[in-house]
């Protein structure tokens, strides 16, 4: 009797009983759905235009822009894909910039938010309860007029020149500041500058293979890996070798008001639009990514910290190595989204006038360009900033997960 039942193999279900087949046959009809229903707008989308003499072609890309883009010198007799290009590189320099501060408040603020001083904690609490619940768009108008527009900084004209705050016993300028212009210092290129560039790429190949040297050391020998000072070291030392031995390729260049007292001369400007959209942004999402993070160092489990604390570890060191570390699992796939996110809302910045994507492309239908083509485009274009983000987060995310075994 035993035998018997040992030798029976069990049965196949039948194939519209079988979960693999269902599922395939599911993804394929829900495919065909879809293409389907995209084909039939799409047709009534062309129809509907052909009817009333609307052109489906995208030829106009070729066409003049016939305006001016804010602050750039875009020149208005290029066409609309170079319009648009210069949409996205200023959708790209917003959004970028704000994603870098986004990350650095969230994170400070969301470990503020355990902190054990009193103070500490409650101001990080005020401010993710105050700028979550406050619609992004709002604190873009805040910054752009309550701060700029009519706010305490004086007019940038010639009979008012711009605030400045320099360098401490120097008279080299660290920042320029009026109600329309900001000016930081920047970086000037020389002779080899060029090549000093490719050298830095090199320098930082080395680093890489230096961290990945001290690790290997520490896997196999339990010595202090300490890859953060070598590969600092190899990095900066190469570069000042390099640096000495093309004579000076590269110099500071600082913000100056130019002659005609209108315009900022050396260092890097920008406009109260950008810093209104950029900063906004970064300080709305900054309060959802310091809830995220607070979360996720509350899913470490308890006895990470209280093993860390055993090993006398100081409250730096066990978020530096045990609590953050693991927090970083639980916390970058909800942080892509907000990443995300920031970049969609950076299609606001026309409340402040800032020439994104979204605005120059609402000018040029403006302007007498198909309305069709133009949001097809435009859709196009930050379905392509969603698509690089989340792929270059996701190869993040993959080098943070554990490996199975």
Not at 89 to 94: D, E, H, K, R
Not at 222 to 248: M, Q
Not at 284 to 297: D, K, P, Q, W
């Amino acid at each position: 009797m035993t035998d018997t039942l040992s030798e029976t193999k069990p049965s196949r279900p039948p194939f519209w009983r079988d979960v693999r087949v269902i599922r395939v046959v599911a993804q394929a009809v829900a495919l065909v759905t879809v293409v389907l229903t995209v084909r039939y707008l799409l047709n009534n989308l062309v129809n509907n235009l052909n009817d009333v003499g609307i052109s489906t072609k995208f030829d106009f890309l070729d066409s003049p822009a016939r305006f001016q883009v804010k602050d750039s010198n875009f020149d208005p007799d290029s066409s609309i894909r170079a319009l648009i290009w210069r949409g996205v590189q200023n959708t790209a320099a917003s959004a970028f910039v704000g994603i870098l501060l986004a990350l650095a408040i969230g994170v400070t603020v969301g470990v503020g938010r355990l902190s054990t001083n009193w103070v500490v904690r409650k101001l990080s609490t005020l401010y993710v309860e105050t700028l979550r619940n406050i619609p992004p768009l709002v604190i873009i108008i805040f910054f752009g007029f309550a701060i700029f527009t009519f706010g305490p900084f004086s007019p940038f004209s010639p009979g008012s020149p711009p605030g400045e705050i320099t360098f401490p016993g120097t008279d080299a300028t660290l920042l320029m500041y009026s109600n329309q212009r900001l000016g930081i210092p920047s970086i000037a290129t020389g002779e080899n500058s060029g090549i000093f560039w490719i050298l830095l790429l090199v320098a930082l190949v080395v680093a890489a293979g230096v961290w990945r040297w001290r690790t290997r050391v520490n896997i196999e020998t339990g010595e202090p890996h300490r890859r953060v000072r070598y590969s600092l070291g190899a990095f900066l030392g190469l570069g000042i070798i390099a640096f000495f031995v093309l004579g000076v390729p590269i110099t500071g260049s600082f913000p100056e008001v130019s002659e005609g007292g209108r315009l900022i001369d050396g260092g890097l400007d920008t406009n109260n639009a950008y810093v209104s959209v950029t900063l906004a942004l970064a300080l709305y999402t900054g309060s959802h990514i310091a809830e995220i993070v607070r979360g996720s160092i509350l899913a470490v489990p308890k006895g990470q910290n209280e093993a860390a604390s055993a090993l006398a570890l100081s409250g730096f060191q066990r978020y530096r190595f045990v609590v953050l570390p693991q927090a970083a699992r639980i916390a970058i796939p909800p942080t892509i989204n907000q990443f995300l996110n920031l970049t969609k809302n950076t299609s606001l910045a026309a409340a402040v006038a800032y020439p994104d994507l979204t605005q120059v492309v609402r000018t040029a239908i403006g302007n007498d360009q198909p309305s069709p083509q133009m949001i097809l485009i435009l859709m196009g274009c930050y379905l392509a900033f969603s698509i690089v983000i989340s792929l270059i987060l996701n190869v993040v995310n993959r080098r943070f997960q554990l490996a199975g075994r």
